[in-house]
């Protein structure tokens, strides 16, 4: 093809390359598929979405139970609140989460990717809506290739409310993590939102509505940065959904009642059931490809096909490259295989981050303390002795009130003074910040500077106490 003015190609080099690097989406109507990993994905489904939709409607305190309260910098989950102070247990629960996901990688592949991921758990909700408004994968090819119509207009509309509903139902719960509940519908029922509520519900609502009605398998081929290193975190003895080359092949349709060797044919009767049930469109049976989330919907489907047959299941499995290749037995050696000492290892280590998380969270003191000296003022000679000033932060982040008592000690005699009066009561989830006085006699503090500590103690819980060094400094 040619311009009119230079007859200079239209379609240089570099499109063609460009054209060999960008794949034209071919639309997948996915075929339902019943059967036991089916059964799990849905369980999986109803789990994940209980949590998720259910969170937000629970109670603790009267407050919401789960609360990421960003305007305070107070994150409430259940009986805990955490402060900003408390990052380690973010960083400790990112570890734990990153440090799980390898592990169970290293063990059965994509299980996340094929169960769990929010995108396959979307994807599975938004097919089930689509197949319950417009038909079956045949129905819909044909809804497809029909012409406009009031019939097609009507289905197609339906399905994009049904969605679009589910979506904004997604955003409005996604902000309620971040927004109590209760002021949530009174805002929407005012339509008076906070300056970032708005966005994040048609955000959050619409980033749904397109990964999970639109986008589909292409975010998990193109857009999902898991999908491109987990490779590494796989070995020959990582489970993997794979096709029994050696049973299956050569393929080839035949009757029910016909003997396959008699015919020269494997157990696979080319049926392409596997293709239709698979969410990505790949063929299983042209091997690993990293288009493959590990759903098991061909399992499931080639399972039917080869009971119909009264062949044995199992043609597509989980199984292990190694086993596939005949390393060990496979029946008898697959668990022992996928118990390696690298598993051993991913899962000491796990265990250690997990019980670092959970003994620090059981010996979390919910008592916070900063001393700070006031550093405009060195020391001050009084008629009671000589005088250093600190500022002192008491944040009670325990769900009761607390009476806490400040002493100071490490100067004989040294005493304590303060406008604010003590012991300082504090409701749950606050702060108090206040000057204190601490007084020294000259006699026993010569010049030079002494390491002195605060003692913050509430009076009613003795495990609630902090002890917190600072200096004073004496002329
Ligand atoms: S579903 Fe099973 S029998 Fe049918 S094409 Fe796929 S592998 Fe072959
Ligand atoms: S090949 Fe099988 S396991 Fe992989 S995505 Fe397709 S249906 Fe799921």
């Not at 949590?51 to 305007?71: C, E, H, I, K, Q």
């Not at 609140?81 to 408390?86: K, M, T």
């Not at 639109?214 to 898991?226: D, G, I, S, W």
């Amino acid at each position: 093809m040619t311009n009119s003015f230079k007859n200079i190609p239209i379609k240089s080099e570099a499109s063609d390359a460009a054209d060999e690097l960008y794949e034209v989406r071919k639309k997948i109507q996915v075929r339902s598929v019943t059967g036991i990993f089916a059964t799990y994905r849905w369980l999986l489904v109803w789990i994940t979405q209980l949590v998720f939709y259910g969170m937000p409607w629970l109670t603790w305190n009267g407050r919401s139970a789960v609360l990421f309260d960003l305007t305070t910098r107070k994150f409430y989950i259940f009986g805990l609140i955490f402060w900003p102070q408390d990052l380690i247990y973010l960083a400790l629960l990112l570890m734990v989460s990153a440090f799980g996901l390898f592990w169970w990688t290293a063990i059965a592949g994509r299980l996340w990717c094929g169960y769990a991921c929010p995108q396959t758990v979307y994807t599975e909700i938004f097919m089930w809506i689509e197949e319950k408004i417009e038909g079956n994968h045949v129905a819909r090819q044909k809804l497809d290739k029909a012409p406009f119509s009031a019939r097609k207009l009507w289905l197609r509309g339906g399905k994009h409310a049904a969605w679009l509903a589910l979506s904004l139902w997604t955003g409005f719960t996604f902000v309620a993590y971040f927004t109590p509940l209760a002021t949530l519908f009174q805002e929407t029922a005012s339509w008076n939102f906070g300056p970032w509520e708005m966005f994040w519900i048609f955000f959050y609502g619409l980033a749904t509505y397109g990964n999970a009605g639109f986008l589909r398998e292409q975010v998990c081929k193109y857009m999902c940065p898991y999908a491109r290193f987990q490779s590494v975190m796989f070995d020959r003895d990582t489970l993997i959904i794979s096709y029994d080359t050696e049973r299956g092949e050569p393929r080839g349709s035949r009757k029910k009642s016909a003997d396959p060797a008699e015919l020269g044919l494997g157990s696979c009767i080319d049926c392409g059931i596997c293709v239709q049930v698979c969410p990505t469109g790949i063929d299983i049976r042209k091997g690993l490809q990293y288009e493959c989330i590990g759903c098991a919907a061909c399992i499931d489907g080639c399972d039917q096909v080869m009971e119909k047959m009264n062949y044995p299941k199992g043609l597509i499995r989980y199984t292990t490259e190694n086993a596939l290749e005949h390393a060990y037995d496979e029946k008898k050696g697959l668990m022992s295989h996928i118990l390696r000492p690298r598993i051993i290892l991913y899962t000491a280590i796990l265990a250690i981050l997990v019980a670092a998380m959970i003994g620090t969270l059981a010996v979390r003191n919910p008592l916070k303390v900063d001393v700070l000296r006031d550093r405009n003022t060195l020391v001050r000679e009084t008629a009671y002795g000589l005088e250093n000033v600190y500022t002192i932060n008491i944040i009670n982040t325990d769900e009761a009130v607390h009476s806490f008592s400040v002493d100071v000690d490490g100067i004989n005699g040294i005493k304590l003074a303060s406008d604010t009066k003590l012991p300082i009561q504090m409701t749950p989830g606050s702060t108090q910040k206040f000057s204190v006085r601490v007084i020294a006699d000259p006699a026993e503090a010569k010049p030079g500077t002494y390491e002195i500590h605060f003692k913050v103690q509430a009076l009613d819980t003795p495990a609630m106490s902090r002890v917190e060094e600072s200096s004073f400094i004496s002329r």
